[in-house]
């Protein structure tokens, strides 16, 4: 069975220091990943998606970026985090690409809850 | 205008009791309608898909969707305190859109 893990599931970071966020997909090969965010008040908002190694798509633009070095990995990253970066993030993964009206599921992770003071 | 609009809650309800879930939409190429379940501090977990108008039932839950008027609904029967959650509605068209998840409590 397909299992999906990220880490760390906290953390608090001073203004100005970098992110390193992980997420990787067991039990599955070539799978469509996402990272999301989610503030109270906002809903789940679409930050990166990649569709194989190397491919990231950007939504929104920030002061984040993301990489996928691997076929089964993902990861957020901020050279400096700004108060504005805390919130809810989400690792997710589905078979097929989601978005351009293809109905699937999105598998997601436990979330990591970061806190920038 | 949001493309999906949902109340955040929170809803408040004893056990036993029919809760229903409803988010709006403005976005006509939206055709494919979702409910996730969200239990705190965890990602979400899908719950129900529903692909045309009508009803959906999958056990004590239905999912009921209508195109015209743009507006998708979750009810729970008989509902008990592991139903608390955040629920998200969510649509995928051109786009795939979340909403804002409306917070379920369910009191014994």
């Known amino acids: 069975s397909q299992t999906i893990h990220q880490w760390p599931a906290t953390l608090v970071q001073p203004v100005g220091s970098p992110l390193s966020l992980e997420c990787t997909v067991e039990?599955?090969?070539?799978?469509?990943l996402y990272w999301y965010r989610q503030a109270a008040g906002r809903g789940l908002q679409l930050l990166f998606y990649?569709?194989?190694?190397?491919?990231i798509s950007s939504e929104v633009p920030q002061n984040l970026s993301a990489s996928r070095p691997q076929d089964r990995q993902f990861i957020l990253s901020s050279k400096k985090l700004l108060l504005s970066d805390s919130g809810f993030y989400l690792c997710?993964?589905?078979?097929?690409?989601?978005?351009?009206?293809?109905?699937?599921?999105?598998?997601f992770g436990e979330g990591s809850r970061l806190t920038v003071l | 205008q949001k493309e999906v609009e949902q109340d955040p809650g929170p809803l408040s309800v004893p056990e036993g009791a029919i809760v229903s879930l409803n988010c709006t939409y403005s976005?006509?190429?939206?055709?494919?309608f979702m409910w996730y379940r969200q239990y705190s501090r965890k990602g979400p977990e899908l719950l129900m898909y529903?692909?045309?108008?009508g009803n959906k039932e999958d056990g004590r839950f239905t999912a009921q969707v209508d195109k015209s008027s743009k507006y998708i609904s979750l009810f729970i029967r008989d509902s008990q305190p592991s139903d608390s959650a955040t629920y998200l509605c969510?649509?995928?068209?051109?786009?795939?859109?979340f909403g804002t998840g409306t917070r379920l409590q369910v009191f014994p």
């Open positions: 039990g599955t090969s070539n799978p469509n």
């Open positions: 969510a649509m995928s068209g051109d786009k795939l859109i």
């Open positions: 990649s569709v194989g190694i190397g491919q």
């Open positions: 529903t692909y045309s108008s």
């Open positions: 997710a993964w589905s078979k097929s690409f989601l978005g351009r009206g293809v109905p699937g599921e999105l598998f």
């Open positions: 976005n006509s190429a939206f055709q494919y």
